[in-house]
Every structure is written in C-alpha cells, then in structure tokens.
C-alpha cells in the first residue's frame, strides 16, 4: 500500500503484505488493515509494518440493547426503502403508515429472528419480487451448532432391511467441481451393491444411515459393501465426503437431456441447458452454443434459471443471422457470421426461470428469434442492483430497478412470461422420468426443420481468369 502526494506526485510506501481490506478513518490519518494474521490500525503518512498497532479482538466486548437495535434495524430497513426503492412513491402506499404498523410489534418481538419475521411482512406490503431478509443478522448461532451430514454421491434405499444403491450419480470425470469420487477407477462399486458400515459402524435397518455421515464432508470415508446383503465376502472402498451433491444430480440431469436430444433427432439437433445469467450460466451458454450451433436445429433450456445480469449478451449471439459464407482452401464452406446458429431455436422456460431468466424469455419472444416453450415464468423484473448493510451485519434488499418496455408498460413483474407453446410438466410424469417439455420441444423443432431446412453451404463457382 502506497500514499500519493498529489501535489507533489509522488509515491510513499506505507505498509506492505496487506489485503485489499482496508479502511482509511474520517481525518485521513490513520488506516484500519487486515492481514493474514494480523488486524491492527497504523498512521497514514509514515511507513509500517504488518505486526504494528495490532488490535486484540479476544478481549473486544461490546454492549448491546436488543430492545433499541431492534427499533433501529427496522427503522433504517424502512428508511433504505424509501430512499432506494426505485419508485419514489414507492407505489403509491402508505410508507409512513406501514413503517407505524410494523413498528407496533417491536414490544413483542424477543429475538433476531422475530424481527426478520416482522421485517419480512413489511417489505411484503410492497408486493414486488427480489424483496429479501437477505442475511439473517446476528442471531447469536454459531457455526459450531450445525454439523454438515456428507452426501455420497448416490440414491441409497432400504431394501429387505439393508441399505442398497438405487442409483451412482453418473458424471464426467473432467469437470472436477461435478466429479462424482464414486465413479473413480479404484472405487469398485456398481448399481445394486449394498451398504453394510460407514467408517467401521455397521448399519442397521431402524436408523437412518446418515447419522454416520455426520460430519464426515471434505473428509475420507470408508465404506464396507457387498454386491449381495451379507458380510461374507464384503470389502471396503474409501471414497471422499461431499459437502453437496447438487452438482452432480444437476450435471447427470444435463447430460442425460443432451443425450435424450441427439438420440430422439438422430443427431440433428443440439441442447445446451443455462442454469443461470450470471458467470456460470454465460460459461454454460458459451460451451453449448459453441459447440451445438452447427445443428440443424437447436434446444436452449432456461428452465429453473436463476437470473443474473448478462442475458443481454446471450441474446445479442442469438440474434446473429446467417447471410454469408467463407471458403478457404481444401475445407468445407463456414457460417458466416462465425458464432451464428444456422436452424430453427427453440428455447424452454419454466416457473422457475426467474429474474434476468425471466428476461432472456421475454427478449427471445419479442425478437422473435424462435418458438418459447414451457410453462410461465416466475415473474420478478424489479430487481436489485446495490445493498444497504444493516448495524448487525444484516441485511434486507432494496429494490432499485424496474423494466418497462418502450411502448410504456412495466413488464413481466408479477406476471411473468407467457410461452408461444404451453406444456406443463405434471408431477405423475416427472416422477416417472417423463420431461414432456422436453419431447414436444424436439418434436417441434423437427418440425421446423422439416418445414424449412437449414441453408446447404455451397460455395460458388470459383472466377475464372483470362
């Protein structure tokens, strides 16, 4: 870290191996620091060292009245609505009223938790979405009072008083944060095999055999199994604790549509499924469309997506239509533009494809870029840009952007997006395995691409020179 003398434009050292965690006090004469081992507060305008003017936090004591930060949590929570809130009215409601309201109950709430109950009606009267008790705040827990049960990477069932693997999650080894460590070569393990110990305690048919997991994430454990429900001839494979399994069944719930596509097409249509509209979804899309735009036709499933922020750069690919092609020597004719899809698009939505997954929805309908398939969205376009903290490190959302089209209507919010196409997935199907989103989207598709089939690249006759 260095001082700047504007004045004189130069530079003085004033501590060195420091995080980016500082903070510089009103006066700017002193700086607050934060090191891998040490916090502490030196002077600005000299040169330090990591170690200096070290705070002791284990003898930090701090006083609180709950009943006064309580008043004052709220307040400020009222307070960061009326100054944030992206309509300065705030929709016409009663603000002052309703902050009157809620604060009638303080005298009866007890605890942090209390108040986010409280906190949480009084945003609600807002009706909007992304209004959220964000992070709970101090409600005096620690992590030492939950214990993480591990997952194992695999559905377990009771059968015939012993426990049994229904099914291995099936994942690809190459993607190491989705990697399922029961599918590793020295894990000899299959499908029907059963579970008889977890580290050395033997499991029995009246427990439930997670207790054993308790604990156990980021950590190796050892599994005694049979391929029938004996002992004899039993052996053990240790495997790693999982901490969640939501990759893996997310990852096997892709590619199992992936292959269900290119199966039922025969190859002539891709899939590609964006799970957000964030850094992993713009990943996702990069990956899928990259390799899945060749097609004769193309799947793009939002459903479930999580929203984010840069939907606007998927779609600005999307829009790309195909008008030229480039030949070059001894090769097959390009698309042109390169990142162009060269069929029919048909895109899934569903209930849960929220926020800027509502709004990926809404800008393929209106730009016409294909057909939306599904069910409708989750319906939540007023959204939230920056946070206000709260005293306690709480925090309730502000929301402060609204989306409206230019013919002066507000869009999706408590509506959501309808699809040109309404399937419905129903309960019965979805647990049978039966996605009929999924197969009417390839039928249509097909469809399409039956209808009017993609353009055949052929180069023209080359020039003849005389």
């Known amino acids: 870290m260095e001082r700047c003398a504007i004045d004189q434009l130069t530079l003085t050292r004033v501590i060195d191996n420091v995080s980016v965690v500082y903070n510089v006090s009103h006066d700017g004469q002193f700086i607050g620091y934060l ?17 200096m003017g070290t705070i002791i936090w284990g003898d930090t004591r701090l006083s609180i009245e709950p009943e006064k930060e309580f008043r004052q949590i709220l307040n400020d929570v009222w307070l960061q609505v009326r100054n944030y809130f992206y309509d300065s009215n705030v929709h016409s409601l009663p603000w002052k009223s309703i902050r ?32 959220y008790v964000w992070r709970p705040g101090d409600l005096r827990r620690s992590a030492s009072h939950f214990e993480a049960v591990a997952c194992l990477g695999a559905d377990i069932s009771l059968s015939g008083g012993f426990y049994r693997l229904d099914h291995i999650l099936q994942t690809p080894n190459d993607q190491a944060d989705a990697r399922n460590p029961l599918l590793a070569p020295n894990v000899k393990l299959k499908k ?30 050892k ?5 029938k429900s004996s002992s004899n001839g039993a052996w053990t494979v240790e495997t790693d604790g999982l901490y969640e399994d939501y990759a893996l069944r997310y990852t ?9 596509v290119r199966g039922k097409s025969g190859g002539l249509v891709g899939y590609f499924h964006i799970s957000d509209c964030d850094e992993a979804g713009l990943r996702q899309f990069e990956q899928g469309f990259r390799a899945e735009r060749f097609r004769d036709g193309l799947i793009i499933d939002v459903r479930n997506n999580g929203g984010g922020f840069n939907s606007y750069m998927m779609i600005d690919k999307l829009e790309r239509k195909l008008m030229y092609l480039t030949q070059t020597l001894d090769c097959e004719p ?35 870029m294909g057909t939306l398939i599904g069910s409708r969205t989750w319906g939540g376009l007023i959204g939230i840009i920056n946070f206000q903290d709260l005293i306690d490190g709480g925090m309730v959302t502000q929301v402060n952007v609204g989306f409206a089209d230019l013919q002066g209507n507000w869009v999706v919010e408590n509506l959501g997006v309808v699809p040109d ?22 039928e249509l598709v097909l469809g399409q691409i039956k209808a009017s089939p993609p353009v055949k690249l052929k180069a023209p006759a080359f020039p003849v020179k005389k």
């Open 421 to 442: 196409v309404t399937v419905e997935n129903l309960p019965a199907d979805v647990e049978k395995g039966i996605d009929a989103q999924l197969n009417i989207a390839v």
């Open 252 to 260: 096997e719930w892709t590619e199992r549509n992936y292959r269900y």
């Open 223 to 227: 599994l005694l199994v049979n391929d």
């Open 35 to 51: 090191s891998s081992f040490a916090v502490g507060t030196i002077p600005s305008a000299q040169e330090s060292a990591v170690g």
């Open 100 to 131: 009157e309201k809620y604060a009638a109950l303080l005298p009866y709430v007890v605890t942090r938790q209390d108040l986010n109950y409280v906190m949480g009606w009084m945003v609600g009267e807002l009706g909007v979405s992304h209004m």
């Open 192 to 221: 029907g095999d059963y579970l008889l110990a977890i580290n050395g305690n033997a499991l029995s048919h009246d427990e439930d055999y997670r207790k054993h997991l308790a604990g156990q994430s980021g950590k190796k454990i």
């Open 334 to 368: 390009m698309l042109y533009p390169h990142g162009v899809a060269r069929g029919p698009i048909v895109m899934i939505c569903n209930e849960g494809s929220g926020s800027d997954g509502d709004l990926i929805a809404l800008h393929f309908k209106e730009r016409k």
